[in-house]
Structures are given as C-alpha cells and as structure tokens.
C-alpha cells in the first residue's frame, strides 16, 4: 500500500495546500453546463474540502444534499450497482490526445473517434484523467490511482468510464502518457504519439454499473458509471511522478441518501 494510500485512511500526512478556480474550460464543468461566470475556489481538505463543497456556491448545493453522489463503495455493500460479466460496450482505438495539469489532476483531451454505447446511445470520449488514490472502492478497498474516461453524448449526457490502478512492474499501454506529465498549469501539451484507448482497461471485462454524479463541484448527478472490478498497472516511478505534480485529488466514498 502506497503512502499517499495511508495519507487518505490515516489521514495523519502533511499534504501540501492547493487550489483550484472553476472555469468553463475545466472539462468536467463544462460538461455538466456550469455557467462561464461561476468561479469557486476548492480544495480536497480544509475548509473548502469535500464536506463544504456544497456551501461554497449556490450552483454545487447537491454536493452535500444529493441522492445519488459519486464515488461510491461498490461491491456487496452496494446494491444498486450491478455486476456485469461482460465485455464494456466500447468502440475504442487509435487516438490522438494533448495533455495539461489543470491544478487538480492531469487530463488529456483526446481526438477521433472514441465512443461508449449504453441504452442505445453513443457517447463520446472528451477526456481521460487521474485521482490519487482511488476513489471507488469494492468492498471497502481501495486502491492507488483511478483512471476516468469522460464520454458525452450529443444530447449532454455524461458517462465515466473508471479503471482502477495498482502499484506493478510496469504502467503497460499508460506508460507514454505518464512519460509525458507536465510541469507547468494550464498548459495544454501535444502528445508526440498515438495510444490505443482499449489497451487502456484490463483484459477481463467485468464491471460495475451504477448511476451517479460527478465526483468535482457541481457534482451534477445523472451520470452513467461503468467501474471495471479488475485494475490495471501502474509503476512506482509513475506513482511518484504523479503525486509531485498532484498530491492529493480524491473524493471521499459518499453515503447513500435513500
């Protein structure tokens, strides 16, 4: 177990402060239709952390009132998540992708064709970024990275795809984009090769799927989620590399409001 996994169970290590201001062009937000003159302040700890998110602003009330808020601790504990022994219903392949620190994780913007189908609807991929550690959990474990695929589709409807990563050898078909993690905000960086998306969850397919919200401010619900049971690799190196640009960017597992 990493020692930023202990930080989050123990809480009892020094985290560095930051912040981060909501513009229209933090991806999330953007999706979920945040007006462009909407700028709070938040952070993962403190007094602006996940338990005040939704005192901060009007517009995130549903932070600390919703009924269906994201991550969620899947497995037995959670009925209303259902297990899928099947392969994720993605047309995924080759893609093109610039990437950026934007003050609280690192994004790529991907380009081509990238879609998820669910209910007859296809969603495209926008983006793919990092928490540290985990935010889902299955059966009350975590562990120490998730990876989210952002779709939308062409009415505005949101679904994630999350890929849970271990510490391993290796970060497999993730090791280019962690090989190009940049040190500067803001910044959008071309990356200098294509990646296959599909490389990027596990070989077997199961998962969990369940409805959500956003796991950032506004913490809109409605979202489709799709957890693969099954995590993926990532080495140390690239653990470390991660965490001295973000140190800490996960959302606490949310109780249900039924």
């Not at 991907?110 to 990092?130: C, D, I, K, M, P």
Request: hydrophobic content about 35%; overall charge neutral.
């Amino acid at each position: 177990m990493s020692k930023q996994l202990n930080a989050r169970l123990t809480g009892t290590a020094t985290i560095t402060r930051w912040t981060h201001r909501t513009i229209v062009g933090f991806s999330l937000i953007a999706l979920a239709g945040v007006s462009a003159a909407a700028q709070t302040e938040f952070t993962y700890f403190g007094t602006k952390g996940p338990a005040a998110w939704g005192q901060l602003d009007p517009a995130w009330a549903v932070c600390g009132q919703g009924h269906e808020q994201s991550p969620v601790n899947l497995g037995k504990a959670f009925s209303s998540a259902e297990l899928r022994r099947q392969p994720v219903p993605i047309e995924y392949g080759e893609a093109k992708g610039q990437t950026f620190n934007n003050g609280h994780t690192i994004e790529t913007e991907t380009e081509g064709r990238n879609v998820l189908n669910l209910g007859g609807v296809a969603y495209e991929l926008q983006q793919f970024h990092f928490h540290g550690p985990s935010e889902h959990t299955i059966d009350g474990k975590g562990t120490e990275m998730e990876l989210h695929l952002v779709h939308k589709s062409a009415p505005g409807g949101i679904a994630v795809v999350g890929v849970l990563l271990v510490r391993g050898a290796s970060s497999g078909a993730l090791a280019p984009i962690f090989a190009h993690l940049p040190n500067d905000i803001g910044v959008k960086h071309p990356l200098p090769t294509q990646f296959n998306l599909r490389n990027f969850l596990p070989a077997k397919g199961d998962y969990y799927r369940y409805e959500g919200s956003l796991t950032t401010p506004p913490c809109t619900e409605g979202v489709h989620w799709i957890v693969l049971k099954d995590p993926v690799t990532v080495s140390g190196e690239d653990l470390a590399q991660f965490h001295e640009r973000i140190h800490f960017n996960a959302r606490p597992v949310q109780r249900l409001r039924r």
